[in-house]
């Protein structure tokens, strides 16, 4: 079974461009989560969503961020304009309802 | 405001010696415990759970203390093993369809 799949693996950007991350879950989950590692604040959640629904955004660092979930099977985050400070590992993660997480093997952003 | 606190940022142990990883969490709602395990470049993956009505779990090398009143949960594995040498966050939830709230983790290295 595919596990979660989030692309692009690496990502290196000039500050002020815009940045798409994609996350697939797994089939049959219906909660979607999104979080950000960095080595000052751990694993911290950005937003979820359950049943394709924006449940909670409030960990969104500020309007640069956004994130969709258009449908079951995909999501994006979006960062524009970025910043050096938005270097970070990405994490997208499913789970069904609020069973066991499972992760995808994260973004790496590097904003110069 | 962190919730779930990991206070120490690294660890080092020999192989063969018991690993003693700690959390505390400052909200009483929470009800369920999770530990998960990082390696570079992947996602961090389930290791074990406590529900709060139970003090101990025991999985194999990996066993799981909870202590409700002192707002305390370790994380011990025996005999800790070179293969263990990884990033593990402890994680929170409460009872109600709420996401995980994680530590910032601790780097374990066990020495051959």
């Known amino acids: 079974d595919a596990g979660v799949i989030q692309s692009p693996r690496h990502e290196v950007t000039e500050m002020g461009q815009e940045v798409t991350l994609r996350c697939k879950p797994i089939?049959?989950?219906?909660?979607l989560f999104w979080y950000r590692q960095t080595m000052m604040r751990g694993l911290e959640l950005l937003i979820y969503?359950?049943?394709?629904?924006?449940?909670?955004d409030s960990g969104m660092p500020e309007d640069r961020f956004s994130a969709k979930m258009p449908n079951a099977s995909f999501s994006t985050l979006k960062i524009q304009p970025s910043e050096p400070r938005d270097s970070a590992v990405y994490f997208c993660?499913?789970?069904?309802?609020?069973?066991?997480?499972?992760f995808g093997e994260g973004s790496r952003l590097t904003v110069l | 405001d962190q919730q779930v606190k990991q206070n120490s940022p690294s660890l080092s142990v020999q192989e063969g010696r018991i690993s003693i990883l700690n959390c505390d969490y400052t909200?009483?709602?929470?009800?369920?415990f999770l530990w998960y395990k990082k390696y570079p470049a992947e996602g961090p993956t389930f290791l074990i759970s406590i529900s709060s009505i139970k003090d101990k779990n025991e999985d194999g090398r990996f066993t799981v203390f909870l202590n409700k009143s002192a707002k305390h949960l370790s994380l011990h594995i025996v005999p800790s093993q070179p293969g263990d040498s990884a990033v593990y966050f402890c994680a929170a939830r409460d009872s109600g369809n709420t996401p995980l709230v994680f530590g910032k983790g601790t780097r374990l290295s066990v020495i051959a």
């Open positions: 089939s049959g989950h219906n909660s």
């Open positions: 993660a499913s789970s069904r309802n609020t069973g066991e997480l499972f």
């Open positions: 969503f359950n049943n394709n629904v924006p449940i909670d």
């Open positions: 909200n009483s709602m929470f009800d369920y």
